[in-house]
């Protein structure tokens, strides 16, 4: 599956080279070919993160203080770690600890 | 649906979706072991089928009402304390940072509303404020390349233009060490490195911050200072403040207005969380520069890792810890002044301002000469046994300092004060008067002369 992930906040500091957008495509987990935010992340940790997993990541989850947007729209309406993804989805995250 | 805040929904109802009528429980003991917020997709305020983007105090939101709410908030903050006064020039503190950026796009558009107002007035009696912009540069402490800081400051400027702000002052932190001195940064580093905790030296640094602007603010004419300080960056100093022994102090540092200062200080964000200010600005696409920030090793980064943890559990602890704050009681200087507004006072808003006729109108306690906190019993007792028998100034600086600075900020070694208080700024030492000491011999030099206490004439 398609997708654009964002890394901001200072968590793009986290990946390769430091960028922030990402043109990625996720393999789907299960057999019905979808893809959840908790699939993804497991999928970033795995590919994208490069050091200090333990800043973006908490568990099965992202790291309190970090913001996930799915299209624009805080994940908390969307589902949460459940929310299923589409083709060509755009997902924003953005580490809040920094204040400002 | 967990709880949220009271104010969130402005008053003017929510909807069938309102946790503050609604919610029971049980209804947040199941949403909170689901791990998430069980929120409609539909917006809570506006309803009518248009979804929901974002999450303010519980309630889902469309993206014109989420944006609604903050700027209700920040309004509310500004005209119910009367922040800003008709003839104020206004110097806001830009960090970068999303806060800070939502506090620079809403003064903008108070003012260009104000501006509206005052074409169409046909007396148009009353100007409309003014607004500038200061960013201190602390690059001097960072270890970036010298191309990356000088695009992180080309973009902080850019972000003030793209705003319609025509002054901006883009102030190096080291300024504030080169009055007397050319070598600002030899000396401002020096300092630092005097520093053995990682917690001091931030806080350090965030007392010369404010001085920084207090000099920008004075050099330049303005009137006000005002911060992007948010309820989730109060919360963290709540908590760290009464780790660090400063709970006399934290009044001072949580309310809305601050006057201790020469130029004083305000603060319309302080009803609003960190994570809804980052949302609106990607909402909005609000540029924000974090480039320049450092990483943070004491106890304030471990605070805000802890509070961002207890939010996880509950969204509305931020608030929680804020109001808990406002329970103790603010000092005078956090009231105006009426004097300069009573052209411009609605009658509903005397009581917060103080009374002239009072003597609590001005504040005759001792500040902190590092971090501006006001002294408690003891630390007054102390100065007052220390100014009867100091005998270099150093003495008298030392105990112009609070308890928390004297054991965070100043270096471990006590013969290392004068050093380090040499390379302060003039504009912190200054205040301190040593007359009494620099009149007098040191008694060792004359001890041989003294009579003792029980010597018979």
Known sequence: ?100 | MAAGSAASCGGTGCGSHCSSSSSTAAEDATAESLGRLSVSRECGKCGGGVGAVAVAGGVGLCGECFRAHLFGKFKLAVTSNAMVRPTDSVLLAFSGGPASRVALQFIHEMRSKAIESWDASNSQALPVFGVAVAFVDESVLCSKPKQEIDMAIEDIKSIGFSVGIKAMHITPLEDVFSMASKDGEGRLREAVDMIDDDTGREDFLQCLRMLALQKIALENGYTKIMLGSCASAIACHVLSATVKGQGYSLPADVQYVDTRWEIPVVIPLRDCLARELSLLCELDSLKTQQHLDRPSNGINSLVASFVERLREENPSREHTIVRTAQKLKPFSFNKFSADGYHDFLPSRLRPKFQNVDNDESTFSGILCLICGSPFNESELRNLESTKHKAQKKTDLYTAHCCQSCCFQILPSGGNLYEHFFSLLPEFWTGRVDTVSVSHSLPRDQIEEYLLEDNDDS
Do not use: Y
């Open chain 1, 1 to 100: 599956m398609h997708l654009t992930l964002e890394f901001g906040g200072g968590l793009e500091l986290l990946l390769e080279k430091s960028t922030k957008v990402h043109k990625v495509d996720v393999p789907p987990k299960d057999g019905e070919g979808k893809v959840t935010v908790s699939g993804l992340l497991s999928w970033v940790k795995s590919n994208l993160i490069k050091e200090r997993p333990e800043m973006f990541l908490k568990g099965d989850s992202v790291r309190p203080g970090v913001l996930v947007l799915i299209n624009d729209c805080d994940w908390e309406i969307c589902g949460g770690l459940d929310a299923e993804l589409e083709e060509k989805d755009v997902v924003i995250f953005i580490s809040t600890l920094h204040g400002g």
